[in-house]
T-cell receptor
Framework: DAKTTQPNSMESNEEEPVHLPCNHS???????IHWYRQLPSQGPEYVIH???SNVNNRMASLAIAEDRKSSTLILHRATLRDAAVYYC??????????????FGTGTRLTIIP | DVKVTQSSRYLVKRTGEKVFLECVQD?????MFWYRQDPGLGLRLIYF???????EKGDIPEGYSVSREKKERFSLILESASTNQTSMYLC???????????????FGPGTRLTVL
């Protein structure tokens, strides 16, 4: 499986935008980029996913580099409730029934009031 | 609201005991998963299931077995618990895989198992 690299931790001030980077230099053409986050004492939750184009939803935006070797999860206005561990995951679509998610250790985001 | 529930939030067992961890989802999902989470190691997949009575080994199946007799329920079994199985166990479910869709996994709150 192609691997991702994320910083271990980041800090951001409340109500400011946060950019969480992810490197995936060995990504293949059929790999989707998924982001999940895990709030304290909870299971992970889906945030967003994309293939080539930038994506937006109610939670966040995903900016994907033109060569797809990196991506950035953008929280437009961080709140204290966004403090969590954020996981960047590559998910192949090349095999039917490929359901596995391989979680790394993610980025622990701390929001400063 | 979609929901994955796990039978216990906290569980304490003794070495050698047989342990059952239960997971139930109410979303009619085909796929269900069991992960364990340990500090510094992230989440690791133990077993998953595509359908009733079907199971597939994940990355760390040793010491575990699973059962899926009904679509909504997926059980993780520790035949003879050991101290190195002390961990947070997370269950998840998702719809049948379709390329291009999110196929997001919905996770339960986790069971923190301590084996003494």
């Amino acid at each position: 499986d192609a691997k991702t690299t994320q910083p271990n931790s980041m800090e951001s001030n409340e109500e400011e935008p946060v950019h969480l980077p992810c490197n995936h230099s060995t990504i293949s053409g059929t790999d989707y980029i998924h982001w999940y986050r895990q709030l304290p004492s909870q299971g992970p939750e889906y945030v967003i996913h994309g293939l080539t184009s930038n994506v937006n939803n109610r939670m966040a935006s995903l900016a994907i580099a033109e060569d797809r070797k990196s991506s950035t999860l953008i929280l437009h206005r961080a709140t204290l409730r966004d403090a969590a561990v954020y996981y960047c995951i590559l998910r192949s679509s090349s095999n039917f029934g490929n359901e596995k998610l391989t979680f790394g250790t993610g980025t622990r985001l701390t929001i400063i009031p | 609201d979609v929901k994955v529930t796990q039978s216990s939030r906290y569980l304490v067992k003794r070495t050698g005991e047989k342990v059952f961890l239960e997971c139930v989802q109410d979303m009619d999902h085909e796929n269900m998963f069991w992960y364990r989470q340990d500090p510094g190691l992230g989440l690791r997949l133990i077993y998953f299931s595509y359908d009733v009575k079907m199971k597939e080994k994940g990355d760390i199946p040793e010491g575990y077995s699973v059962s899926r007799e009904k679509k909504e329920r997926f059980s993780l079994i520790l035949e003879s618990a050991s101290t190195n199985q002390t961990s947070m166990y997370l269950c998840a479910s998702s719809l049948e895989f379709l390329a291009g869709l999110g196929n997001e996994q919905f996770f339960g709150p986790g069971t923190r198992l301590t084996v003494l």
